[in-house]
């Protein structure tokens, strides 16, 4: 009988290398390259998704997205996500930072802090329209401390609709942001912060003088992705407000175009720019990775 | 201690403090509501506790009227099977990428990695297009082959294992005549262990919560996951949020249990998983 160990290992690594990989790249070209191939040659068509006619009209998307403020101005939406994103990575760092050293309860905060991270965004939605509703938990905090007259229709005013919003995704990201910048200050060796102290040096410039420089690759790093985090936002303004009143995010409007309206051309160049606009952001934070490293 | 000691001190339990009032409060008034009456829920304050403490009708009443069964099982299944799928084939792949020099070795750990580049959020208008075409939509194998196909990150964890898991041991094996399954089945797939628990942890999260995938791919009511089973109380419950509240609590307590007792292997799932 012919069996896989008797075969030489030459003939053995061939067939290895094929088992192994074909489904994996088979499944790898079908679901992440043949995409993008197809996205670029939809974004070039009038196509509505279904009819069997397509055709070809050069540009043209790409002049309707840039050139109507119904379409690009979603990118305005995208700068509160990005400005919240700092105070974000601002509160993960103060917290993992404050954690790294003696604290009681550490493993209680530290629970308390990543566990938002976990939780089902549809749940987090729901969460927060129970929170931001009028006479809701955030109306009542504000009466007891006697801030009533700052109440508002968190949710229902244009002009303040993205920072409740973007409020939300700070509470579900920040965990995550937390327990990677926890990760990175832990891996700094322990003697640094002795000698540091040997030299009087107090908590404020040891934060700056060891832990900072420690971690600004990481920092960097989530720094970069916060721009195409920023610009792919979904899943909390659509549960909560379907983008509506304002809150109309770039991929929702994607998804909006292609399989509310047919819109199947359009909405393909958008993702095309989307795309192009991760990728390079992406290749940018690569190369500083490198750079530093 | 002297006098500024203290009062860094109390300002670091402060922020700490509050930082928990934040991130708990909100939940808080989620489980209050979830255990009062409708007429609780309309005449008493978020912040007040529920007058009876072991009224779970809301919980009954979203987990059967909110299918959540179904819910559960479908997501049980998808994660199961995709998670299993992810698992083994990252390992291959990383495998045969790491322990074999062959031509297009380097294009195709390329292509890998440079699909890392490409979020799935993006190009979801023309893989719908491709779900559709395989005949794929309204069936589990959507998500499941979304899951597996798109997982780059495992591979990513995989290869960065092999680094640490020397060739020595392949070649002593080989010396007693293993075949490289063998090897495989033996000593790499054992000893990518920890691995194999990052890549279950980061991915079984990003599963259970997602959303987008089942949304669009699965809108058949029989094939519900429990994010959009919850979604569903969007346009019936409306109003009614002390059913709502009880559907959200029964979509986080696993979470809170998987996390209440994992918590270490989660903590270092996510620091591993996800810096490179």
Redesign the interface.
Known sequence: MLR??N?S?KT??KL??IA??I???A??I???????L??FG?SLTDWN?ISKQKDFVGLENYKVFFTNPKYYSVFKVSLYYFVASFVQLG?AL??AT??SFN??FK?F????????Y??????IG???L??FRP???LD??LR?LGLGDYIQLWLGNPDIINISLSGTSI?RYM??NF??F???ISSIPRDLYEAAELDGAN?WQQFTHIILPSIKQ?IQ?NLILSV?GSI?V??IPY?MTGGSNGSNTF?IQ??DL??KYGK?GL??AM?VI??II??VV??IQKKLVREEA | MNFKQVILSTLKYLSLLLGVVFALLPLVVVFFSSLKTGEEMANTSPLDPPGNWFNFRNYLRAFLEGNMLTGFLNTAFILAVSIAGATLMGAMIAYVLHRFNFRGKTLLTGAFLLAALIPGVTTQVATFQIINALGLFNTHWAAILLYMGTDIISVYIFLQFLENIPVSLDEAAMLDGASYITIFRKIIFPLLKPAIVTVLIVKGVAIYNDFYTPFLYMPKTELQTISTALFKFKGPYGSQWEVISAGIMIAIIPTLIAFLSLQKYIYNGFTQGSVK
Request: without cysteine; charged residues 5%; proline residues 3%.
């Open positions: 896989f160990s075969l290992y053995q690594r290895i290398i192994f990989s489904i994996p790249v499944l790898l079908t679901f992440s390259y043949l995409p993008v197809n996205m939809y998704g509160l103060y917290f404050l954690l604290v009681k493993n905060f530290k629970g308390v802090l990543f566990f938002p976990l939780i089902n965004g549809v749940a729901f969460i927060f129970l929170f006479d809701g938990t009542t905090l007891w509470w965990g995550f327990i990677i926890l990760g990175a908590r990481i790093l195409s792919s979904f899943e549960i991929v994607t998804v292609a399989f199947f909405a393909s993702a989307l795309l991760v990728v992406t290749l």
